[in-house]
């Protein structure tokens, strides 16, 4: 990878796919300014594992660990922007509208103006003192020994000098006062003037104070006679039990020098034997080494593997009709010439049959490229359909989770828009040739207009050409406003009956008119430049052709001559107009394109699809369909620690779990169980240590077969809008052939079956709505039962919404239905996990007792004990108090107890 050694002069647009992404994407612009490419996809996926995008500290360590000398500082607000600060360019954090922080890229300083990149909005223009006020202000503690060491250094001395002489202070007054604050070892000097020259920038601001030698008395003055708290970047800490802490408010940045001298290794071959440094994470290197995405040369490749007849075949025709166009006029030039020598009748009908033939072979070539075009077309989108339909299958969880649903339906529903590229690129190449050939043909038929022809083919090729990077970001940015508009509706749908609950429809129609006002404003600044690139283009182009008719018509009186000449150039500018249209149709394809391209470049989470061989995992994992009960799985964990969000929710776990164990899982919310299951589900990875499954580290083709091999019962799992067979059926493949009566027996769903209208025909509904929350878990259940030859078996919360009593009773089923398997329960219900062998209790994400409950129930001082203990106590005063009143519902029936007690 080449790096420059200065950054970029515009900085590359990288707009955030969804409301947390304004982390990543802030840092994968700052590095592209750099010269380096970081996958911003990529990145998105590292701050939902190793990174926690949310952090200004972990940005500046992630972009310091890419390469880049990055440094986070806190700098008064009026340092900002000044060049003797050094602070740009920099990730600022500035405050929303809505009173939410956000990432930004402040790149450089343009006159007035300050270039920035706004992942919400794109790149924006505004003006330093605009950007001053959005700039979030941010208080921190520190010693004063420690400010009075950095007020003394040149990077606060520096930008106070500049300030006192944009004030009007001569060098007679600046000096002296630096100076004399410097000579003082206490804080207060340089703070205080510090603070005079902020009210002096205010009274200057509202006119009260003119610029010159008398801004600089004032401030001087002001230094010694005190100024109002408000002006002061740093105070006292009020409630500070030392004395020595003083509060410093100002900007909060990650300001970058430059790129950083590290030892760094060999590139990928990509990178043409550059440099790249390693930044250690692997969800890092990753995002490093992941090559940009060329959509273009992508499509062309995937045109490619079904052969190079069709392709070649439709530029061919392509030329061929380019060229016919130009042959047709000269051909009625031609004839014209001759139709005064033809004076037979027999001649004339000759002629006019031979022109209509030629015109003939031109329909007939058009229509040959129409049906290449569309054959290209389908081609094409069958192919790349058939890619990201293998793919999807092979990435893993946090791909998923990293991506908002409505981004990749989305991205489903726009593939059919892959079929008009080749129609679009015909008419582009086309209109291309077409211009080229008339620009020959104009220099042929008058060689002293060549250099007029010359330049009309450059304004209709080249404008659009030139105007392209402004129109894609402008049409990138509008469509990303779109989606996020389309993906609040979503939002909002999905939470309507909370919304209405909460009566929070005035704060979603609020947040609505913003983001809509977003959009317009995108839309109205992309037809601006649209209608300003259209405008020049017309007046360039017809006002060239009109220079180049009047000259040639002063030297020549010959007809045909001059009507093919006016047909030639007033062709020019509408062939531009074509050009430019067809051009702005490419950022909306590019974009579609690259949303596709996107999840066909991502790492696959196994190498799948497996042949079932004998020797492969999953010919092990998977027994024959005779029903010989398969061995079950040894699980071991050594030293595992995993991260989310750069926040650690698994911590020091050393676990072993020999094969066909029964082990339940316990300990307060958050606490970890759920994470310690979705290791063996793969949702997670160890960030340190590993995790071994039956020897093997569980990765690729082993964590294919285990999932093949595993029943996972969650509320989470979902549930079809499908018949209640087709929900209990799913997935199961071979297995589900067996009989369903011993299961739904088993299940508990034999009351369920007869309630239904239909039976096991009956529609569950979207999400399972149509049956209740412990029917759902019953389905759930049942489905997990089909798989009676499991290897594992993960209960997660598995018999949520139903009655202790049904929980008990499933769960011993559940235990007698896989007594080979290795078998995890996760619950709240400590009481159920007595009649374990063994039980792990999980607090503050590390397993703090593993042991047999019975045991540990009669350890004094056990937590798993005082867990116990609190259960009961908790249920027992319920139970025992006489204020509550207690209600009974029975299959939709509601009764008043016995014993109600009293209201209360």
Not at 108 to 126: I, N
Not at 562 to 583: D, E, Q, R, T
Not at 721 to 726: Q, S
Request: aromatic letters at 6%; a positive charge.
């Amino acid at each position: 990878m080449t790096r420059p050694a200065r950054p970029r002069l515009i900085l590359p647009e990288i707009v955030q796919s969804s409301a947390m992404d304004c982390g990543p994407a802030a840092l994968s612009c700052l590095l592209a300014g750099f010269g380096i490419h970081a996958s911003y996809g990529r990145l998105r996926e590292a701050c939902q594992t190793d990174i926690d995008g949310t952090s200004i500290n972990a940005i500046e360590d992630a972009a310091r660990r890419l390469g880049l000398d990055a440094e986070q500082v806190l700098v008064p607000r009026e340092h900002l922007n000044l060049k003797e600060a050094a602070a740009l360019p920099a990730i600022v954090v500035v405050r929303r509208p809505n009173g939410l922080t956000h990432f930004v890229v402040a790149w450089r300083r343009h006159g007035r103006f300050l270039q920035v990149m706004d992942p919400a909005v794109g790149r924006r223009w505004p003006s330093c003192a605009r950007f001053l006020e959005e700039a979030y202000i941010h208080s921190m503690t520190v010693t004063e020994s420690a400010w009075r060491e950095w007020a003394g250094s040149e990077d606060f001395l520096r930008p106070l000098r500049a300030r006192l002489r944009r004030l009007g202070a001569n060098e007679g007054t600046v000096e002296p006062l630096l100076k004399a604050a410097v000579a003082d070892p206490g804080w207060r000097p340089l703070a205080a003037l510090d603070a005079s020259v902020r009210m002096v920038e205010a009274l200057r601001r509202s006119g009260a104070v003119r610029r010159g030698t008398h801004a600089g008395s004032l401030v001087e003055a002001l230094a010694a006679r005190g100024v109002p708290d408000a002006f002061w970047s740093v105070r006292p800490a009020a409630d500070s039990a030392q004395d020595d802490r003083l509060v410093v408010r100002g900007v909060i940045l990650v300001r970058v020098r430059g790129l950083r001298s590290v030892a760094a290794r060999p590139a990928d071959a990509d990178n043409a034997g550059g440099k790249t440094p390693d930044p250690g994470s692997p969800e890092l290197r990753t995002a490093l080494r992941e090559a940009p995405v060329r959509p273009a040369r992508a499509l062309l490749g995937i045109l490619r593997a079904g052969g190079r007849l069709g392709p070649a075949l439709f530029l061919i025709a392509l030329v061929a009709a380019a060229l016919g166009v130009v042959a047709e006029a000269l051909l009625l030039r031609g004839l014209l010439d001759v139709w005064g020598e033809l004076h037979l009748p027999g001649q004339r009908l000759a002629a006019l049959g031979a022109l209509l033939v030629f015109c003939a072979g031109l329909l007939g070539l058009e229509l040959t490229v129409a049906a290449l075009a569309l054959r290209l077309g389908r081609q094409l989108d069958l192919r790349l359909r058939a890619k990201f339909f293998e793919k999807i299958p092979l990435l893993g969880d946090r791909y998923f989770r990293s991506r908002l649903i409505s981004d990749m339906a989305e991205r489903a529903h726009s593939a059919h828009e892959i079929r008009d590229l080749p129609i679009l690129a015909g008419q582009f190449l086309r209109a291309c040739l077409e211009t080229i050939l008339t620009v020959a043909a104009i220099s042929w038929l008058d060689p002293r207009s060549a250099p007029l022809a010359l330049a009309m083919g450059a304004v209709a090729i080249g404008l659009p050409v030139l105007a392209q990077p402004l129109l894609g970001e402008q049409d990138l940015r509008v469509r990303n406003h779109a989606g996020a508009l389309s993906r609040f509706y979503l939002d909002a749908l999905l939470g309507l009956v909370a919304l209405r609950a909460h009566g929070a429809e005035r704060s979603i129609r609020r947040e609505h008119t913003g983001l809509l006002g977003e959009w317009v404003g995108a839309t109205l600044r992309r037809q601006r430049s649209v209608v300003f690139v259209e405008s020049l283009q017309f007046v360039a182009g017809f006002g060239l052709a009109g220079w180049l008719l009047f000259r040639y018509s002063e030297s020549t009186a010959e007809p045909a001559g001059v009507l093919l000449l006016v047909y030639w150039a007033l062709k020019l500018p509408l062939l531009g107009s074509l050009i430019g249209l067809l051009a702005r149709q490419y950022p909306f394809h590019r974009s579609i394109t690259l949303r596709l391209l996107e999840p066909l470049g991502a790492p696959a989470e196994s190498n799948g699809p497996f042949p079932a061989t004998p020797d492969s995992p999953i010919a092990t994992a998977i027994p024959p369909a005779s029903g010989t009960a398969p061995a079950a799985v040894a699980i071991r964990m050594e030293g595992v620690r995993v991260r989310a969000t750069g926040h650690t929710i698994l911590d020091g776990i050393n676990l072993d779990i020999a094969a066909g164990s029964h082990v339940a899982i316990v300990g307060p919310s958050g606490a970890g169980k759920s994470s310690l299951l979705g290791l063996l589900l793969g949702w997670h990875r160890p960030t340190e240590g590993a995790v071994l499954v039956d020897g093997a580290p569980l990765a690729g083709e082993r964590l294919h077969a285990l999932r093949r091999a595993t029943v996972w019962i969650d509320p989470a799992v979902h549930l079809w809008n499908r018949t209640l067979l087709e929900n209990i059926q799913y997935g199961t493949g071979q297995e589900a052939s067996q009989a369903l009566a011993e299961v739904i027996e088993a299940a508990d769903l034999r009351g369920v079956v007869e309630h239904l209208g239909d039976g096991l025909q009956t529609s569950l509904g979207e999400g399972g709505r149509l049956v209740s929350g412990g029917e759902g878990q019953r389905v759930r259940l049942a489905r997990g039962l089909l798989r009676k030859s499991a290897r594992l078996v993960l209960l997660d919360e598995a018999f949520r919404g139903l009655s202790r009593k049904q929980r008990q009773d499933l769960l011993a089923a559940a235990r007698r239905w896989w007594p080979a398997a290795t078998l995890l329960f996760a619950t709240h219900d400590i009481s159920d996990t007595l009649n374990f062998d063994r039980v792990l209790l999980l607090e503050d994400r590390r397993i703090r007792e593993d042991g047999a409950p019975k045991a540990l129930a009669g350890t004094a001082g056990s937590r798993y004990r005082a867990f116990l203990d609190a259960e009961q106590d908790g249920l027992s005063s319920i139970l025992s108090d006489h204020d509550w009143r207690r209600l009974h519902l029975d299959q939709g029936m509601l009764r008043v107890s016995a014993d109600a007690g009293n209201a209360r």
